[in-house]
Nanobody
Framework: QVQLVESGGGLVEAGGSLRLSCAASDSSIGIPLMGWYRQAPGNQRELVATLTSGHRPEYADSVKGRFTISRLNSQNTVYLQMNRLKPEDTATYYC?????????WGKGTLVTVSS
């Protein structure tokens, strides 16, 4: 079992920045893929960014150039630096980890961007 705990959400004005963090409960295991997804009210959950343990990132087109994903493999921690936030970025952001072919999710952290 892998438990994920997110932090760093909050309320920010459009154009501002936030940094999300997600830590896995076990820092001794190697997690091949960690990432972030988001879900706005009435919408399906969508990919924001993922990063392999080899530091190969993938971004949704809507966040390219504004968001940066990074991770600290030794602590199984993944970060999402969000810059130039827009009201349409408002959503609950979920951390995800793929380990031994199973997908694990955090409980989510709310990001609200005011116009």
């Amino acid at each position: 079992q892998v438990q994920l705990v997110e932090s760093g959400g909050g309320l920010v004005e459009a154009g501002g920045s936030l940094r999300l963090s997600c830590a896995a409960s076990d820092s001794s295991i190697g997690i091949p893929l960690m990432g972030w997804y988001r879900q706005a009210p009435g919408n399906q959950r969508e990919l924001v960014a993922t990063l392999t343990s080899g530091h190969r990132p993938e971004y949704a087109d809507s966040v390219k150039g504004r968001f940066t994903i990074s991770r600290l493999n030794s602590q199984n921690t993944v970060y999402l630096q969000m810059n130039r936030l827009k009201p349409e970025d408002t959503a609950t952001y979920y951390c995800n980890a793929i380990f031994l072919s199973r997908s694990y999710w955090g409980k989510g952290t709310l990001v609200t961007v005011s116009s």
